[in-house]
């Protein structure tokens, strides 16, 4: 359990970092890929267990913190997304580039709209869907798809490397 924190922990930092300093600076046009939903999509195919849910929760909440508009939307949104990704996740081979790529542009809409809904709910407001499904929204939507590959890619190759221990221990082994 501690090694499934620590991993959560840093892939929440990951996607705080990504998504608040060098998503908008490389795309100042108002038009940033999200990399949290690419991470909330990722642990949601790779851990299907409770600490799968509070890695996601933990992701929405680093993208309501990037967002700094409302603390809640977000982190529900992502529970929602890690609920129906392992629910497809589970019946589809979902390690494929195409078909990640296919669940994340399915995964954005789903998040936006739970957004909304909730944003709605804490202001009174009737749910303002062309508020979160602008022009940027295809914009948003095609990045992000774009780039779920790339991520996904790193991320699965940085779970492979072999722990200290590990590599010492086939050292040992070669040697004998």
């Excluded at 499934?4 to 922990?9: A, H, L, P």
């Excluded at 999509?41 to 600490?51: I, K, L, M, N, W």
């Excluded at 789903?110 to 940027?136: C, D, M, R, V």
């Amino acid at each position: 359990m501690g090694k499934t924190f620590i991993k959560f922990f840093f892939i929440f930092l990951f996607g705080l970092v990504v998504q608040t300093i060098f998503a908008h600076t490389f795309y100042p046009a108002r038009i940033a890929p999200d990399i949290i939903l690419i991470l909330m999509v990722f642990v949601a195919v790779e851990h299907h267990s409770p600490a799968g849910v509070a890695g996601a929760f933990l992701l929405g909440l680093a993208s309501d913190f990037a967002s700094a508009q409302y603390l809640g939307p977000d982190a529900a949104a992502g529970i929602m997304v890690f609920l129906f990704i392992t629910l497809v996740a589970r019946n589809v081979y979902a390690e494929h580039a195409l078909t990640f790529s296919i669940l994340v542009a399915v995964a954005l809409p789903l998040k936006k709209l739970t957004t909304a809904g909730l944003i709605a709910f804490y202001t009174n407001h009737p749910l303002n869907t062309a508020l979160f499904f602008s022009k940027n929204f295809a914009g948003e939507l095609l990045l992000t798809v774009i780039i779920a590959p790339l991520v996904m890619f790193m991320l699965s190759k940085a779970q492979r490397i072999p722990s200290r221990d590990t590599v010492r221990r086939q050292t040992l082994e070669r040697f004998q």
